[in-house]
């Protein structure tokens, strides 16, 4: 399948989920999602805390990693976010940087970005915008952002490359970001790195581990460090057991032979200082 046709196969199935027609946090009944998203979200890193300060609406269970936990940001910081979804880490973070702050969320799925802005609404949050558009081709400025953040989205990216390469054009020199991703430790079986349920599940578009990290850096950015790794399909066989059932029926391979292999990392980098530009509260704000 081409990149364009994968592309899409993601879109449509993010779309379906957005209005409460396909699984993602729940399956097809948009008026359990609150619960379980919830629940998903605890047990990746979220607490419960920062899950009462959005709406319901806003978290729908996608993540693999709570990134704004280990992001620290700052009163006036500008913050991106890749892949926005619901809205729920633009507006926590939109939270954490104030008034004097902006939070921009990116996404290429009509029905999520509706969803997002709607969430704003609710909460009152006039310190954030949502924007359609693809990570690969970023519609930001150049050097605008503080910090960077994306949760559980750039596996679904054919081109993760350009997709670094966007987050060094758009962060300030000293900028930084912190993702919550998906590696691979070892190949996957054929089928299941050919399969499109495996994809659009944030597994099978996943890389391995150590061209992953080489990509930040051959972006230009630096200071990796991991903060988190997990075994993702084993939190997945927690909450969403038909999810692995499903999986392993299409490709005909036990639990066996991909658990352990996939896994949740999040991790912080950092776009070298350079010149008289900085990024931290001062002129950021």
């Known amino acids: 399948m081409s990149e364009e046709r994968l592309v899409d196969q993601v879109r449509e199935r993010y779309e379906r989920i957005a209005r409460g027609e396909d699984s993602g946090c729940c399956g097809p009944q948009a008026t359990a999602c609150a619960p379980i998203g ?4 605890l047990g990746i890193g979220y607490s419960a805390d920062q899950l009462a300060q959005v709406p319901t609406e806003a978290n729908l269970g996608l993540g693999c990693g709570a990134p704004l936990t280990f992001l620290a940001l700052q009163e006036g910081e500008t913050v991106l976010d890749l892949g926005s979804g619901g809205g729920i880490d633009a507006l926590l973070a939109a939270r954490q940087v104030g008034p004097r702050g902006h939070v921009i969320g990116v996404d290429m799925t009509p029905a999520m970005l509706e969803r997002a802005r709607e969430s ?18 970023l519609p930001v400025e150049d050097g605008s952002m503080c910090a960077v953040t994306s949760n559980c989205v750039i596996n679904l990216v054919p081109d993760k490359a350009r997709v670094f390469a966007e987050v060094a054009r758009v962060l300030r020199p000293g900028g930084r970001l912190v993702v919550s991703d998906i590696v691979l430790d070892g190949p996957l079986p054929e089928s299941v790195a050919a399969d ?3 994809y659009v599940g944030c597994v099978s578009g996943a890389m391995e581990r150590r061209p992953y990290f080489a990509l930040l850096s051959e972006a230009g950015l630096g200071a990796i460090e991991v903060l988190r ?34 896994r949740s990392v999040t991790y912080r980098a950092r776009k070298p200082p350079s010149g008289e530009r900085c990024c931290d509260s001062s002129c950021c704000a």
Do not use: C, H, M
């Open 38 to 41: 919830q629940a998903v979200s």
């Open 120 to 137: 704003a609404a609710r909460a009152g949050a006039s310190n954030v915008e949502f924007r359609e558009g693809r990570l690969e081709a």
């Open 196 to 198: 499109v349920f495996a």
């Open 229 to 262: 790794d997990v075994d993702y399909l084993a939190g997945v066989a927690q909450t969403d057991p038909a999810w692995i059932a499903e999986l392993t029926e299409r490709t005909k391979v036990s639990p066996a032979e991909i658990v352990g292999r996939v």
